[in-house]
């Protein structure tokens, strides 16, 4: 368990971010440096370091949520967050890559409250440049000579088919009308929440942990990345366009199966079978849909799974026998996550 005391000893969130960040930044620098000319300006507008002419810029980067789990998870264990460097930097890079293809794959316009890289620079180089980054982050992994690097190259390795499968699924969903909840659930484990788990896993690899803490914070990372997604679709439907940086009800002008829709679509009431209904006909104005999806119960559901699932991380935390300062950090962080404005 964690000791009483323990959130007395914590950092606040947005500190221990910066912190990270601080650490990490400098890594990712270089991996985006070593990449090849033609991809590397696309990978550095992508992350906000510079605009599209390659002058920097005070645009936002991401929430570097992953770099902290992993730089967390070392310390965890009775690791140095210096150690887990090269896993957090991977990590990073990883869900990056993921990003650019991302954008790609749906046609959103929009990241981070500005033109997404494709749109800016063109399909083929947003793809190439998350192909690069995704080559980078097995090298910055490897490249340390760390004791754990090679484990940690298959870690990561596996939550990369995992994302690979989940956005598969997901872009199958949208020709589909027979989703059920635990399909959906399981595209998110794979495609979301795997990432997570692996952030988690691969700091506690480097920061030297045993198979027991090893599986314990992969358990707390997966079951925070599905509350995470849970949350994302919620804000992908009803959240503020100021703070997603993406137009409201945008989720559903795209007939996204997320994890609320889904559940509404299968809820067997008579807002689920209009919503049924509607959600292929472009005619319907989203408004109409949120509102049917919230009638079914989609909205109330993905808020109290986000709730279930957080109280599952935590417990996972309590049972690993961490230490107590990271442990605690841990447990703000991803509060902080699930209680994202929704």
Same mark, same amino acid.
């Given at each position: 368990?964690?000791?009483?005391?323990?959130?007395?000893?914590? #950092?606040?969130?947005?500190?221990?971010?910066? /912190?990270?960040?601080?650490?990490?930044?400098?890594?990712?620098?270089? *991996? $985006?440096?070593? +990449?090849?000319?033609?991809?590397?300006?696309?990978?550095?507008?992508?992350?906000? /370091?510079?605009?599209?002419?390659?002058?920097?810029?005070?645009?936002?980067?991401? &929430?570097?949520?992953?770099?902290?789990?992993?730089?967390?998870?070392?310390?965890?264990?009775?690791?140095?967050?210096?150690?887990?460097?090269?896993?957090?930097? *991977? $990590?990073?890079?990883?869900?990056?890559?993921?990003?650019?293809?991302?954008?790609?794959?749906?046609?959103?316009?929009? #990241? #981070?409250? #500005?033109?997404?890289? /494709?749109? $800016?620079?063109?399909?083929?180089?947003?793809?190439?440049?998350?192909?690069?980054?995704?080559?980078?982050?097995?090298?910055?992994?490897?490249?340390?000579?760390?004791?754990?690097?090679?484990?940690?190259?298959?870690?990561?390795? *596996?939550?990369? +088919?995992?994302?690979?499968?989940?956005?598969?699924?997901?872009?199958?969903?949208?020709?589909?009308?027979?989703?059920?909840?635990?399909?959906?659930?399981?595209?998110?484990?794979? &495609?979301?929440?795997?990432?997570?788990?692996?952030?988690?896993?691969?700091?506690?690899?480097?920061?030297?942990?045993?198979?027991?803490?090893?599986?314990? %914070?992969?358990?707390?990372?997966?079951?925070?990345?599905?509350?995470?997604?849970?949350?994302?679709?919620?804000?992908?439907? /009803?959240?503020?366009?100021? $703070?997603?940086?993406?137009?409201?009800?945008?989720?559903?002008?795209?007939?996204? &199966?997320? %994890?609320?829709?889904?559940?509404?679509?299968?809820?067997?009431?008579?807002?689920?079978?209009? +919503?049924?209904?509607?959600?292929?006909?472009?005619?319907?104005?989203?408004?109409?849909?949120?509102?049917?999806?919230?009638?079914?119960?989609?909205?109330?559901?993905?808020?109290?799974?986000?709730?279930?699932?957080?109280?599952?991380?935590?417990?996972?935390?309590?049972?690993?026998?961490?230490?107590?300062?990271?442990?605690?950090?841990?447990?703000?962080?991803?509060?902080?996550?699930?209680?994202?404005?929704?």
């Amino acid at each position: 368990m964690v000791p009483s005391e323990a959130p007395a000893l914590a #950092r606040p969130v947005r500190d221990v971010v910066s /912190w990270s960040r601080g650490m990490v930044e400098p890594a990712l620098r270089a *991996a $985006v440096d070593g +990449l090849p000319a033609s991809v590397r300006r696309v990978a550095g507008y992508h992350l906000g /370091w510079w605009d599209e002419h390659g002058d920097p810029t005070e645009g936002a980067g991401g &929430k570097a949520i992953r770099p902290v789990l992993a730089q967390l998870a070392a310390e965890a264990v009775g690791g140095s967050a210096s150690d887990a460097v090269p896993a957090a930097a *991977a $990590v990073e890079l990883v869900h990056n890559f993921s990003l650019l293809h991302d954008d790609v794959l749906d046609g959103d316009l929009t #990241r #981070r409250h #500005r033109p997404a890289a /494709w749109h $800016v620079f063109g399909v083929h180089a947003a793809i190439l440049a998350g192909d690069a980054m995704l080559a980078s982050a097995f090298d910055v992994l490897a490249a340390g000579g760390h004791p754990a690097a090679l484990t940690g190259v298959r870690v990561l390795n *596996a939550a990369v +088919l995992g994302l690979v499968e989940g956005e598969h699924a997901d872009l199958a969903f949208e020709a589909r009308h027979d989703i059920d909840v635990a399909e959906c659930v399981a595209m998110v484990e794979r &495609k979301t929440a795997g990432l997570l788990a692996g952030a988690c896993a691969l700091g506690a690899l480097f920061g030297g942990g045993g198979p027991g803490a090893v599986a314990g %914070l992969r358990d707390f990372g997966r079951e925070v990345g599905v509350a995470f997604q849970h949350v994302d679709d919620l804000l992908g439907i /009803w959240g503020d366009p100021a $703070v997603t940086g993406k137009p409201v009800h945008g989720d559903l002008r795209a007939r996204k &199966k997320s %994890l609320p829709v889904v559940a509404a679509l299968t809820s067997g009431t008579p807002a689920g079978r209009e +919503l049924a209904a509607l959600y292929q006909d472009p005619a319907t104005e989203p408004s109409r849909l949120a509102e049917l999806v919230d009638a079914a119960g989609g909205r109330a559901w993905s808020e109290r799974q986000a709730d279930l699932l957080l109280a599952q991380a935590l417990s996972h935390l309590d049972s690993t026998g961490l230490a107590p300062r990271p442990a605690a950090e841990l447990t703000a962080l991803a509060k902080v996550i699930v209680h994202r404005d929704r």
